[in-house]
């Protein structure tokens, strides 16, 4: 039977795991470009971690994965933070909210305060990008069309 997405957003009993980081892992280079260095340490977050940072994101402001990275790092005092890993729980959070809402729950996590690094909306939410903008105009955020994708106005100003 398939899982849930509240299901894959259960913590893992491995994580947290403080790595040294290390050029081969997949998530070096954005690690690196946040700051990092081969041999920092660096976290790989639980998914409650993730889920608590954007459940406290206020209504008229943003964050991002970096974001959410730099947060978790701080709080585990590490360098960096595994962003692909981040990525998935972040995606997960939002499934697993709509999931939520549609079984008349509440959608108590505000995933499209979550946008992508440089406030690009995130096709991979549910309803894809038109959903994602749609969530983000009602809460009073202008998002521009930049070709084929979106992005919150001026999102820094919201961070």
């Known amino acids: 039977m398939k899982k ?11 994580l947290p795991k403080v790595l040294k980081l290390e ?8 690690v690196h470009k946040m700051g990092a260095e081969v041999g920092d340490d660096v976290v790989l977050a639980n998914p409650s971690e993730v889920v608590q940072i954007m459940k406290q994101i206020p209504k ?7 974001g959410i990275c730099r947060q978790l790092s701080d709080q585990h005092n ?5 962003s692909l890993t981040t990525g998935i729980f972040i ?12 079984e008349g729950r509440s959608l108590d ?20 990008q ?16 930049r070709g084929t ?7 820094e100003e919201y961070l």
Not at 23 to 30: G, L, V
């Open 130 to 145: 038109e959903a994602h903008k749609r969530l983000l105009e009602s809460e009073g955020f202008k998002v521009i069309a």
């Open 109 to 128: 996590t505000p995933y499209w305060r979550t946008p992508k690094a440089d406030g690009y909306l995130n096709d991979k939410y549910p309803g894809g």
């Open 78 to 82: 590490v360098r960096g933070c595994c």
């Open 4 to 14: 849930l997405w509240q299901e894959k957003l259960e913590d893992k009993p491995s």
């Open 60 to 66: 008229g402001k943003l964050t991002t994965i970096v």
């Open 91 to 102: 995606m997960a959070a939002a499934n697993a909210a709509e999931e939520a809402g549609t």
């Open 23 to 30: 050029r081969r892992f997949p998530c070096y280079n954005a």
């Open 149 to 155: 994708k979106y992005r919150v106005a001026d999102y």
